[in-house]
């Protein structure tokens, strides 16, 4: 596979949902390069979700351009080849585990591949492996908690190998152990990300760039102020609300 | 919500191919179905008992899963020997009791639990994602075999989704009764578990799309060849068509 520096790039990109006149992605930017771990911030329904269902050609935008390691994207049959390079994970994983088992599900993308039988076993057991859920492989899905689907499907996603990883709000729902885990994970990783997510802690400790999003386009990090700040006051270590 | 409680063990029936126990299942269940005399449908109980023994399945297991089957009998006990014409047995008042209608009863119970205890000796000792391997390989289409995969994954989702909407409900004070707003309140419940299954399956087939699904089946099951299921598979040919011919030279 050749080397590609910019993994993704949307130029102009407008989408609304068919017979809404909201602009839910209005005239949209967004560069994703090699190496590149970017995070986004942004409230509830500004539009993330389909900004990387439109990556997928899932949703398919009214105009702008889709180009995915330096090839623009039209058809579906474009995106089909493209698909497989690209993981994402989706918000609920229920949404992305379909088969009975936790191997059969990991192993999923790779015989789609065309991988021989023995080789998706292989390919699936060392990504459970390296995600030290290797003990789940014949667990029955639905049995499984929350947290140990999300990892699942983290793994069937990586287990297809793609260049870039885009993740749907992957705490959601999640307690801190899991988090952590999850952390580690995507730091451990070498190929670029793109993570969508509510937690402004999560976000800044897996990545290296924080975008929001507003109106349909993307605010960059230098056009946005998130940040934290500890503070001092007297309800001490009881717990309170701010108001 | 389905429990594969007899998929796991290490009898005979268990490692037999998949393939081999569902061609089996519809062999006999067929040749029951289809026989029309009492003491032949004994003997497919017989074999159905044996099959249950070779699977060795504990009996009050075996028993708790015909649990609901024993209320459709227990109706069928109460409507048949009273409705059925022919010889009368027992003049109960009005009410006539009838020689003919007490046999179809025990003909209808003898078989009914007959091809139970069949599909529990030979389907249940599967897992679900067996069984789906097995039906590929019989050459059911792979549309079916998705559909009986995907509703063993996400029936307990849907039901989830069912659960929450319906302590939503109760938490507003919703107390089901006999009345139209209680029928209104379901009928918005069920809508609402459509609308949200109909969401979900667009979400999975976006999920699917983006790993690269075109609509084959794969499977990792893998099932060495093996004597014993061509060996199965002919003893259970052999006494289904064996009775089935008795059934039609001397009765």
Known sequence: MTDYFSVIKLQDICFSYPGSDVKVLDHLNLEINRKDRIGMVAPNGSGKTTLLHTIMGLCKPDSGTIKVFEKVLIHEKDFLQVRSRIGLLFQDSDDQLFCPTVLDDVAFGPLNLGFSRQDAIDTARQTLERLGILAFEKSVIHKLSGGQKRLVALASVLAMKPAVLLLDEPTAGLDSSVKEKLVHILNSLDISYFVISHEFDFANAVTDKIYSMENGRILRDDEIHIHRHEHIHKHGKHPHIHK | ?251
């Open chain 2, 1 to 251: 919500m389905i429990e594969e409680t007899f998929a796991y063990g290490r009898s005979f029936i268990h490692r037999l191919d998949p393939r081999t126990r569902i061609i089996a299942a519809i062999i006999l269940s067929f040749a029951t179905a289809l026989c029309d005399n009492l003491y032949l449908a004994v003997l497919y109980f017989v074999i159905s008992i044996l099959l249950i023994t070779m699977a060795q399945l504990k009996p009050v297991d075996v028993v708790k899963r015909l649990k609901p089957l024993f209320w459709f009998l227990l109706m069928i006990w109460i409507m048949l020997p009273l409705t059925v014409d022919g010889d009368i047995l027992y003049r109960f008042y009005g009410l006539k009791i009838t020689g003919q209608g007490v046999v179809l009863c025990c003909q209808i119970t003898i078989k009914s639990i007959t091809i139970l205890l069949l599909f529990v000796a030979l389907i249940a000792t599967m897992t679900i994602a067996s069984l789906g391997n097995g039906l590929h390989r019989i050459h059911v289409p792979d549309k079916m075999v998705f559909l009986v995969l995907m509703s063993y994954r996400y029936i307990s989702v849907i039901e989830d989704e069912y659960k929450r909407l319906l302590r939503a409900a109760k938490f507003r004070g919703f107390i089901p009764g006999t009345n139209v707003h209680s029928y209104k309140t379901f009928a918005y419940l069920a809508g609402m578990l459509f609308v949200r299954a109909s969401l979900r399956a667009q979400r999975v087939h976006q999920a699917m799309l983006c790993r690269g699904f075109n609509q084959k089946f794969h499977t990792l099951d893998d099932y060495p060849p093996n004597r014993l299921n061509l060996i199965f598979l002919m003893g259970i040919s052999v006494a289904s068509i064996g009775l089935v011919i008795i059934e039609m030279i001397w009765v």
